[in-house]
């Protein structure tokens, strides 16, 4: 059974960082793409980043690219999701999210993932 719980979430003033922490259970880690969502009040569920299984490649949206850094330690079965200088746009519900290898061509898309962790809320004050 497949498992993924989430931490890490909080309230920060903009500026701010936290890390994200998500472990893994279930899943034979290597060999699993990874990668976080957000999903904003009343909007959708979009995506943040994503490394590929193994930790060959990664992705970003470019609303955090060079604010953002995910990681892997495959180890711990756990990957993990740097925030730094964040805003009060990047208020949402942060999601775990996982696949067995994964296509590169669709890493970015929500529908390309199997299993889901039930999220952590992360608030960014002004």
């Known amino acids: 059974q497949v498992q993924l719980v989430e931490s890490g979430g909080g309230w920060v003033q903009a500026g701010g960082s936290l890390r994200l922490s998500c472990a893994a259970s279930?899943?034979?880690?290597?060999?699993?793409?990874m990668a976080w969502f957000r999903q904003a009040p009343g909007k959708g569920r979009d995506f943040v980043a994503a490394i590929r299984y193994g930790g060959g490649g990664t992705f970003y949206a470019d609303s955090v690219k060079d604010r953002f850094t995910i990681s892997r330690d495959n180890a711990k079965t756990e990957v993990y999701l740097q925030m730094d200088s964040l805003q009060p746009g990047d208020t949402a519900v942060y999601y775990c999210?996982?696949?067995?290898?994964?296509?590169?061509?669709?890493?970015?898309?929500?529908?390309?993932?199997?299993?889901w962790g039930r999220g952590t809320q992360v608030t960014v004050s002004s």
């Open positions: 279930g899943v034979t880690f290597s060999k699993y793409t």
């Open positions: 999210a996982t696949v067995s290898w994964g296509i590169l061509s669709t890493i970015r898309r929500e529908d390309s993932y199997h299993y």
